[in-house]
């Protein structure tokens, strides 16, 4: 089996150019926890993922161990949407991810598992030297033709 007989051909995607904030729309419409991003003519670009928010959302002075009940109390939901605040007019080639992997469609379904079974949430199905974005494959996606 190739990827082409699993991949999701119209993948959401946002473009490079948009501002975070409409990144971050489609994600929480969507209920998806990465996006793949691409260029306007539709190269792939990167992946954002809703880890990037995490990092976001995270206090500057969080440190690394556990935060104290006083802290954790005194904070408010303002508090936490002003971190997001600042960050939501810059572009997404800002934050995509572009150390991904990528397969082509005609590449093994078994060589895209590998990828998967490493924890990839979803792996770009691109075409050519351009890299042209033609698709996307999960494990979702290849759970979906499963026949219960």
Known sequence: MLCRHYMLTHPSTVLDTDPLSDAL???????HQEILVVTEDGRWAGELTSFVFSRL????DA???PTSADVATAET?????NRLLPYLGRLVADFADKDIPTVEPDTPLTDAL??????ILRLPVVEGP??????ALSSLTILRRFQF
Do not use: I, N, Y
Request: charged residues 30%.
């Open 63 to 65: 440190g690394e161990g």
């Open 25 to 31: 729309q489609v994600m929480v419409r969507k209920h």
């Open 130 to 135: 351009e890299q042209k974005l033609v698709g």
């Open 57 to 60: 959302l995270m206090p500057a």
């Open 114 to 119: 590998r990828h998967l079974s490493k924890g």
């Open 77 to 81: 939901a303002a508090d936490v949407d």
